[in-house]
């Protein structure tokens, strides 16, 4: 079974069918610089990725365009949800990566991955160690942003910190994951974390946005975001 170029153009039309005008405008103004062709809502493209995985997944890979903002979504939510092994799977992370450039097709790229064992996992791990030093400001936040909704755990927390410790880029988008993972291992490995903010070598900027995100969370108790204040740069 293929995905023909016709079958492309129907889900274009199917885009403009569901395209939210106000959603469009609403969407825009949190993702600065970023025109939205449509204005088509999330849970409806996740919606279109399971149909297209469905029919034919690496047909519509074949022919999908990197043309809009939507068509680029889509595209990652199928490589990031279709069936395939971990190395084909990578191959197309590695060519994906370079189409994103603002943090909620990222995020929403990143939140869609399962993995099926443990080797699949730690295979992308491997391949998410060396994007933490990425000079590109999306391919280190896609490294950050895997960390915190995947690697939270104890077998990986001591290395993930190490890493994100490591982190130097200056862009906005990055010092943003990086403060956003910290607080979910925090709030996850509290004595685990605490001895990174201790040390004081994360940006400011990080730190005390790691330290704002902690103290906004209802997992935390009052004493601890308390604590952590004296902490801040």
């Not at 395209?19 to 204005?39: C, M, Q, R, V, W």
Request: net charge neutral; aromatic share 12%.
């Amino acid at each position: 079974m293929s995905f023909s170029p016709e079958e492309y153009k129907e889900l274009l039309a199917e885009f403009r069918r569901c395209a939210d005008e106000a959603y469009k405008k609403f969407n825009e103004s949190l993702i600065p610089g970023t025109e939205t062709a449509y204005g088509v809502r999330l849970p409806k493209l996740r919606e279109m990725a399971k149909d297209v995985i469905r029919r034919d997944a690496e047909g519509f890979l074949a022919v999908s365009r990197a043309g809009s903002y939507e068509e680029i979504l889509l595209r990652g939510l199928v490589i990031a949800g279709m069936k395939t092994g971990i190395s084909r799977r990578l191959e197309l992370v590695s060519a994906f990566l370079p189409l994103i450039d603002n943090w909620a097709v990222c995020d929403s790229f990143c939140s869609t991955f399962r993995f099926h064992n443990e080797e699949e996992k730690q295979r992308m791990w491997e391949f998410l160690r060396p994007l933490f030093l990425d000079s590109r400001e999306f391919f280190a936040r896609f490294a950050a942003v895997m960390l915190l909704d995947h690697y939270v755990t104890k077998e990986y927390l001591p290395e993930g910190l190490s890493l994100l410790k490591g982190v130097r880029s200056e862009a906005y988008y990055v010092q943003m994951a990086v403060a956003w993972a910290v607080s979910v291992c925090y709030v996850k490995f509290p004595a685990e974390t605490l001895p990174l903010l201790q040390e004081r070598v994360l940006p400011p900027f990080t730190q005390n946005k790691s330290i704002q995100k902690i103290r906004e969370s209802f997992r935390v108790g009052k004493a601890d975001k308390e604590m952590l204040l004296q902490y801040k740069l």
